[in-house]
């Protein structure tokens, strides 16, 4: 979801940043609060705020959760393209989940505030499985939900290595799209790397 279908960068970074300011802390700069993203809520406070061996670590996530809870959808909009590959995908008949380690809750509110529910099987996040990606997990898990079995053949896309090492778990292509919040290739395993939503569906159809 973040950095594959949404520009969810500066509403991440206006929490962090309100958040260290409730903390007492510096603030920092867009591109310090993105490199913290990708790993789960957990990580990501204990890269912006205290580690999470620090006792100020649980009431930094509370205070950062409070924070992005309030305002997950202001400025927060889909990346050039994602409209129409959804549409094009919907139409062709191929099944699409979303699997994010965002929290569950926030990713179900960012799905129904964009009316996104038509278009995917089911939408899970960091906390719908025992562990997050790049745990195969929350993938078998989607499958699951959706209906479908193991043999049923899968892409995972996304821009991060989560998302990479995810499918490697799963042993299914992965498409890594160069638009998001990660821009180092992980070239160790991607099936496809992608330069615009575009290519995504171009990649599916010849498949």
Same mark, same amino acid.
């Given at each position: 979801?973040?950095?594959?279908?949404?520009?969810?960068?500066?509403?991440? %970074?206006?929490?962090?940043?309100?958040?260290?300011?409730?903390?007492?802390?510096? !603030?920092?700069?867009?591109?310090? *609060? +993105?490199?913290?993203?990708?790993?789960?809520?957990?990580?990501? *406070?204990?890269? +912006?705020?205290?580690? !999470?061996?620090?006792?100020?670590?649980?009431?930094?996530?509370?205070?950062?959760?409070?924070?992005?809870?309030?305002?997950?959808?202001?400025?927060?909009?889909?990346?050039?393209? +994602? @409209?129409?590959?959804?549409?094009?995908?919907?139409?062709? #008949?191929?099944?699409? #989940?979303?699997?994010?380690?965002?929290? %569950?809750?926030?990713?179900?509110e960012l799905v129904r505030f964009f009316?996104?529910?038509? &278009? &995917?099987?089911?939408?899970?996040?960091?906390?719908?499985?025992?562990?997050?990606?790049?745990?195969?997990?929350?993938?078998?898990?989607?499958?699951?939900?959706?209906?479908?079995?193991?043999?049923? @053949?899968?892409?995972?896309?996304?821009?991060?290595h989560q998302d990479v090492l995810a499918?490697?778990?799963? !042993?299914? !292509?992965?498409?890594?799209?160069?638009?998001?919040?990660?821009p180092e290739h992980p070239a160790d395993? @991607?099936?496809?790397?992608?330069?615009? @939503?575009?290519?995504?569906?171009? &990649?599916?159809?010849?498949?």
């Amino acid at each position: 979801m973040d950095g594959t279908l949404l520009d969810t960068r500066h509403d991440i %970074a206006r929490a962090a940043n309100n958040a260290r300011k409730e903390l007492g802390l510096s !603030q920092l700069s867009l591109e310090e *609060v +993105v490199r913290a993203v990708g790993d789960g809520v957990n990580l990501f *406070v204990s890269r +912006v705020t205290y580690p !999470q061996e620090d006792a100020r670590f649980l009431d930094a996530r509370k205070v950062f959760m409070r924070h992005y809870a309030a305002n997950v959808t202001g400025d927060t909009k889909p990346y050039d393209g +994602v @409209p129409e590959l959804l549409n094009f995908l919907r139409d062709s #008949g191929i099944p699409m #989940g979303v699997v994010s380690n965002k929290p %569950a809750a926030l990713v179900d509110e960012l799905v129904r505030f964009f009316n996104w529910q038509p &278009f &995917f099987k089911t939408w899970l996040g960091g906390d719908s499985t025992a562990k997050p990606k790049p745990d195969k997990g929350p993938l078998v898990h989607a499958l699951n939900v959706s209906g479908l079995d193991l043999t049923h @053949p899968i892409v995972m896309v996304g821009d991060g290595h989560q998302d990479v090492l995810a499918a490697k778990a799963m !042993q299914c !292509q992965a498409i890594w799209v160069s638009w998001g919040f990660n821009p180092e290739h992980p070239a160790d395993y @991607p099936s496809f790397r992608a330069d615009h @939503p575009r290519d995504i569906s171009r &990649f599916l159809m010849t498949r």
